[in-house]
């Protein structure tokens, strides 16, 4: 296909007719951008597309197929980053306390991970790699392989414990396998992404109104809660797994409305 049919399927730029890729300018780029956002797209679709058409004009330039990159003098449209969904205290109590679980191993295995998930904040990869002897009952803590295989140490509550043990009993009744990966399927198989999210999205349905029920919300919930009653937010860092503290700060933006209500009810000129 020629250049401008790749640009046109790919990036939908059709502000210009040269077939040859070192006609294109910064201007025509900027031309197109405002096309996009008159037919509607967002400013987030809009800069993901420039970025991505950066990254191909940028490979032309590595390959000496450009002298410049057009792309690297356009600004890159501002958006608002959404803030990370979570579950009320509300939510929480009906999800463990009000909701039935299926009193055989599968619902027993589905309510230990939910436990889990939002005792520690874990990654779903990171819940379906926990191995059982990186778990401490004594300590209540678990050894967690996270991104980039770097390890962490995280603590876990006396609820998720209680969960797991119920899961294990559950498990040893009916011959399934948990010394290796601990949370398994029939004929001890190991859980699969997709399954994690239907089991999480199942029980996050019936105890909130969420638009988005997967399981990285009840990681968002752990954060947030935490920094709700006064954690610190490079301990949090640290139990998340995050690099950089600017990944976890999005919390705060969570935790400044919740403290805003305060304000409005308690300050005497609020």
């Given at each position: 296909a020629s250049f401008q049919n790749f640009i046109l399927a790919h990036y939908e730029f059709n502000v210009f007719t040269s077939e040859d890729v070192?006609?294109?300018?910064?201007?025509?780029?900027?031309?197109?951008?405002?096309?996009?956002?008159?037919?509607?797209?967002?400013?987030?679709?809009?800069?993901?597309?420039?970025?991505?058409?950066?990254?191909?004009?940028?490979?032309?330039?590595k390959t000496e197929r450009l002298e410049t990159n057009p792309a690297a003098k356009v600004k890159v449209p501002k958006f608002e980053k959404k803030l990370p969904a979570f579950l009320k205290d509300k939510s929480i109590t009906t999800l463990f306390e009000n909701i039935e679980y299926p009193d055989t191993t599968v619902g027993k295995r589905d309510k230990?991970?939910?436990?889990?998930?939002?005792?520690?904040?874990?990654?779903?990869?990171?819940?379906?790699?926990?191995?059982?002897?990186?778990i401490d009952f004594k300590n209540r803590t678990l050894k967690v392989l996270g991104k980039g295989r770097k390890e962490r140490i995280v603590p876990f509550g006396e609820h998720a414990s209680e969960a797991m043990k119920v899961y294990m009993a559950a498990c040893q009744v009916d011959n399934w396998d948990f010394q290796q990966q601990f949370f398994v399927r029939k004929e001890s198989q190991p859980l699969y992404p997709k399954l994690v999210y239907r089991i999480v999205t199942k029980y996050l349905q019936q105890a909130c109104s969420l638009s988005k029920t997967s399981p990285h919300v009840l990681r968002h919930t752990f954060a947030t809660h935490l920094l709700d009653r006064g954690a610190d937010l490079n301990a949090i860092k640290e139990l998340l797994g995050h690099t950089s503290l600017a990944a976890t700060q999005v919390y705060v933006h969570n935790s400044i409305s919740k403290l805003r209500d305060v304000y409005q009810k308690a300050h005497p000129k609020a």
């Open positions: 070192d006609m294109v300018t910064h201007r025509m780029i900027r031309t197109w951008m405002g096309e996009l956002m008159e037919a509607g797209r967002s400013h987030r679709t809009v800069a993901r597309k420039v970025a991505s058409l950066s990254a191909f004009f940028h490979f032309l330039r230990a991970l939910l436990e889990l998930l939002y005792s520690c904040g874990l990654r779903r990869s990171e819940l379906i790699l926990l191995e059982y002897h990186n």
